[in-house]
């Protein structure tokens, strides 16, 4: 079956590291893969789209990798703020298109000053 | 641009009653919507897709006949929950497709509802 994963475990890092978020997929063959940022008790928000053929997409201080062989997409934000304490979320089309986006569970961050 | 607004916010309903929630594209028209239900710290789950003009297509396991959708004009779908239970409690969101922006979705910032 088709599955999506991210880290459940909430991520805590130190204010100006970067956190590294991971989303796997198995039984999948996405032509891109999205991340969205949700706040509690919020819809989420678009944030990034990496296309297949693309192996890195930068926005500002995001930064994510695509590697289709892997099956793996990693989702960075440098030098994080405690502002960017959320869950994200990964998030694939799926196969057969219909335009339904299927979603991972999400990895809370939280930044600590 | 882009923005999608849903209402209400939050509502607190007495089981055996309906509950509407309207979802609307702002500034964009969206030929298709999507409505989602959320249990805390879990993922979304995709309840249905909303067509303007036509009727709407449920996931499976989804009860179209306690889940009405309705998508009269390519700015508002509106969901209603009917004869709520207290099983129907949770947190749904809709979105909604920018064309041209591929699969993109737009979401509104979701309603919770609690069935007493």
């Known amino acids: 079956s088709q599955k999506i994963e991210q880290n459940s475990e909430a991520l805590n890092i130190q204010e100006g590291k970067t956190a590294t978020l991971t989303c796997n997929y198995t039984n999948y063959s996405p032509a891109y893969l999205q991340w969205y940022r949700q706040d509690p008790g919020r819809g989420p928000v678009f944030l990034l789209l990496i296309r297949e053929n693309e192996k890195e997409k930068r926005k500002e201080r995001l930064k994510v990798t695509f590697d289709t062989t892997l099956k793996q997409s990693l989702f960075h934000i440098t030098a994080s703020q405690p502002a960017d304490s959320a869950t994200y979320l990964c998030?694939?089309?799926?196969?057969?298109?219909?335009?339904?986006?299927?979603f991972g569970a999400g990895t809370r961050l939280a930044v600590h000053p | 641009g882009a923005v999608v607004s849903q209402h209400p916010s939050r509502v607190i309903c007495k089981s055996g009653t309906s509950v509407k929630i309207e979802c609307r594209s702002l500034d964009f028209q969206a030929t298709t919507m999507f409505w989602y239900r959320q249990f805390p710290k879990k993922s979304l789950m995709l309840m249905a897709t909303s067509n303007e003009g036509s009727k709407a297509t449920y996931e499976q396991g989804v009860e179209k006949d306690k889940f009405l959708i309705n998508h009269a004009s390519l700015t508002l779908s509106t969901l209603t929950v009917t004869s709520a239970h207290p099983e129907d409690s949770s947190f749904y969101i809709c979105?909604?497709?920018?064309?041209?922006?591929?699969?993109?979705?737009?979401f509104g910032a979701g309603t919770r509802l609690s069935v007493l």
């Open positions: 998030a694939l089309e799926q196969d057969g298109g219909y335009n339904k986006l299927i």
């Open positions: 979105s909604a497709r920018l064309a041209g922006r591929g699969n993109i979705q737009y």
